[in-house]
């Protein structure tokens, strides 16, 4: 535990002390004026202690670290947060970077609802990469090695983002405290190195602004956007602010206009409201320009109006006072009050003739849901406390959102796969269906009726046989639109076709769909794997009777992030797990010096060896197992062709060790060889157009060449490709078979072998 002292006795802030104190005042002026009742004594407590924890550390621009946890707590205080996330706000960095304070003393001092939050921001960041660090660190400068406009480190960017989504899931103030420090980051960059820049910023774009976005906090989201593309596009950003710049005036007076017009006109209907001009955001305006192929002089509703008003009905009384005043453009109203979007925005949107001959947009909403489209989630803990109907309402909406978070998230996906899928789903445009029972569900666009029939559930998905939209029958690939009324008919003998995996969109349908027929052969898989096993052990010990002690396989399942004995064994009967790779982790270590070691340079032709008191003997792979860097071998001495080497657990192997036991001679790869050799590999997928060159690039980016290619078309409308790659090791093989059992098209991908 540190020990505490007020902010004018530590030497550190006698230069700074009136910057913080006026800081820290504007934190509270900004509490008192949406919470005027808070005990901003246990606030400033939280922040002196703060103070003392990062007392001797600084932000790479030069000021002390405490202005970032401040910073931090300003920007939950503009979303109206409740005491706990902004005392959180204030503490967050202090157990993480202050070896002396322990989540324990946070409890102690600031009660068990504080020290919950702080734990939860400590945990996003155990690998504070994304962060700026203290100084002291003494990681600030450190090259990272990054690419411009890549993100190179999936598995450390995929923990991360599970590690956020289980955050939501048990806390969302934990999240909103990450986006705030994210946000003060974004802030501060320019002191950072470029490649963390670059970093940093992509990373905000493509994960952190549309997280915000689902959350429903447009307060963030739309700065996070703008400062990512600053650093990331940084000419562009530059020559749109000029121009924003340039035309800001002559806007404005614009705007006046069109509000004065409302304003008297609202007032004569007796409708109160707060009128209000909405800018448009620089990367919205970037992105306009790129999608639709227009000049900066051809966006026209680069300012909205946005009417607050104070009840429903004032809304749409509101809605026909602007329709007086100005021509609707048709084709362009939108009802999110009656069809909220699942982040709970709602607001009335029209698009009507201005003043000026110009489109311009109108936003008519309530004060309460002015709130939550700014604030979000943030706003939801406005109602926490409240009672009956209104917390009812807030528990509902909350699992909604939670449920919207959490479809993202398929568990037996590897890093790369789901950052892939996450990123997918968060950037992609959105369409809004409705639910016979009126719920809206969000999907990416061109998703169709499977799609939806997943994201409502899996049995539903699994069981679909038609479906209708807005209340006609339509073939399962129909693209969904916005508003569509979606209904799916289910029968209980029905089960997915694998031609679905040609036209859905959401990597949630993909997945459920290939389990299902992955497990439709399980019992056979698990049964094979078996028996895999037994022979490799057996083949391995020498002793036809060695078993697998169950409690072992245990292990080894749990070791290799299966669920289940059977899920392995059912891995390895598919092709997918070497019973090879699990036997030598059941086996003990064999005593060093056992086997003989291969010598030589390896090529696919011949391979040298001393083996067995036998200098340079010839040496081949055998074409029945075709062995690997990497794996068991085992060699056999031929007359006058040197000698065959396999796989220990080839099948030929245990006959001719009863036929010329004499002839075999223990050897084992060469370490730090790059030499590539052959091995057969089958790619069972849907047939399609541009599948061979799809699957040939998987092998391209590993660097892997194909000496040989056969497709055969089958008529279920599957191919089976047989192919002969050149690889480096077993590692290098089973991490591209890997890859190709993710892809959304293939069935399955093994290694051909006799063994």
């Not at 029209?350 to 008519?364: A, D, F, S």
């Not at 657990?649 to 060469?670: F, H, M, Y």
Request: hydrophobic share 40%; proline share 5%.
């Amino acid at each position: 535990m540190i020990e505490i002292r007020p902010l004018e006795e530590i030497e550190e802030y006698t230069n700074c002390l009136d910057d913080l104190q006026d800081r820290f005042q504007r934190l509270i002026q900004t509490i008192i004026a949406y919470h005027p009742e808070e005990d901003t004594d246990e606030i400033e407590r939280a922040f002196v202690f703060a103070a003392n924890a990062h007392a001797e550390a600084k932000r790479a621009s030069g000021l002390p670290y405490i202005v970032h946890p401040l910073e931090v707590s300003t920007i939950l205080a503009g979303m109206e947060i409740d005491a706990p996330s902004i005392k959180a706000g204030l503490l967050h960095d202090t157990v993480e970077d202050n070896e002396r304070i322990r989540i324990e003393d946070i409890r102690k001092l600031f009660g068990a609802e504080v020290a919950g939050l702080v734990e939860g921001v400590t945990k996003l960041k155990s690998k504070k990469e994304d962060d700026e660090p203290p100084l002291s660190a003494g990681d600030e400068t450190r090259p990272e090695g990054r690419k411009r406009g890549k993100v190179v480190d999936i598995e450390r960017q995929a923990e991360n983002l599970r590690l956020m989504l289980l955050a939501v899931a048990n806390d969302f103030r934990v999240m909103l405290i990450k986006l705030a420090d994210r946000l003060h980051n974004m802030r501060t960059l320019e002191f950072m190195p470029e490649d963390k820049q670059q970093r940093t910023a992509l990373e905000t774009r493509q994960i952190y602004a549309p997280l915000a976005h689902r959350l429903g906090v447009n307060q963030l989201k739309w700065e996070l956007e703008d400062l990512a593309f600053k650093f990331l596009e940084p000419d562009q950003f530059k020559e749109i602010a000029d121009l924003v710049e340039s035309t800001r005036a002559e806007r404005e007076e614009e705007i006046k206009v069109v509000i004065d017009l409302i304003q008297k006109s609202l007032a004569r209907e007796g409708i109160h409201a707060v009128i209000q001009g909405r800018p448009k955001h620089l990367y919205s305006i970037y992105n306009k320009m790129l999608n639709q192929g227009i000049r900066f002089e051809d966006i026209y509703d680069l300012t909205a109006v946005r009417i607050i008003v104070e009840s429903e009905l004032e809304c749409y009384s509101s809605l026909g006072v602007v329709h007086k005043l100005f021509t609707p453009l048709l084709g362009l109203f939108s009802d999110h009050i009656a069809n909220p979007k699942p982040n709970m925005y709602q607001s009335l949107h029209t698009k009507v003739m201005g003043p000026n001959k110009k489109p311009l947009e109108v936003q008519i909403r309530t004060f309460d849901m002015h709130r939550m489209a700014e604030y979000g989630v943030a706003a939801h803990w406005l109602y926490k406390e409240g009672s009956g109907q209104t917390r009812e309402w807030f528990d509902r909406k909350m699992a909604f959102i939670n449920r919207q978070l959490f479809q993202w998230n398929e568990g037996d996906q590897s890093g790369s796969d789901y950052l892939q899928n996450i990123i997918e789903v968060l950037l992609a445009d959105q369409v809004f269906v409705v639910t016979p029972q009126r719920d809206v569900i969000d999907l990416p666009k061109g998703s169709t009726p499977v799609d939806f029939a997943y994201r409502i559930h899996t049995n539903l998905g699994d069981h679909t046989v038609q479906a209708t939209v807005n209340g006609r029958m339509v073939p399962l690939n129909t693209e969904l639109k916005n508003g569509d009324v979606v209904a799916i008919i289910q029968r209980a003998n029905a089960q997915p076709s694998l031609d679905w995996l040609s036209f859905v969109k959401t990597p949630h349908a993909r997945t459920k769909i290939r389990q299902f027929h992955r497990k439709l052969n399980y019992p056979d898989n698990v049964q094979r794997g078996r028996e895999m096993l037994e022979r490799e052990m057996q083949r391995l010990s020498g002793d036809a009777r060695a078993s697998i002690k169950p409690e072992a396989l245990e292990e080894v399942a749990k070791a290799m992030n299966y669920l289940s004995v059977d899920d392995l064994l059912a891995a390895i009967g598919a092709g997918q797990a070497g019973a090879q790779g699990v036997v030598s982790r059941l086996r003990e270590p064999e005593a060093p010096g056992e086997d003989r070691i291969l010598t030589g340079q390896a090529s696919e032709s011949s391979l040298t060896i001393s083996a067995g008191g036998l200098e340079d003997l010839l040496i081949s792979r055998a074409p029945c197992c075709h062995p690997l860097p990497g794996e068991d071998v085992i060699g056999y001495v031929t007359q006058g062709r040197g000698v065959t080497m396999h796989r220990r657990a080839c099948k030929n192997v245990a006959s001719l060790e009863s036929q010329s036991p004499d002839r075999l001679t223990g050897i084992s790869w060469p370490s730090g060889n790059s030499e590539r050799f052959s091995v057969p590999v089958r790619v069972i997928a849907l047939d399609r157009v541009g599948l061979l060159q799809d699957i040939g690039s998987v092998f391209n980016i590993a660097d892997i060449n194909i000496s040989e290619a056969n497709v055969r078309r089958q008529m279920n409308r599957q191919s089976v490709l047989d192919l002969l790659p050149e690889v480096a090791s077993v590692a290098q093989l089973e991490a591209i078979l890997a890859k190709l059992n993710s892809m959304a098209d293939v069935i399955d991908a093994y290694r051909v072998t006799d063994a």
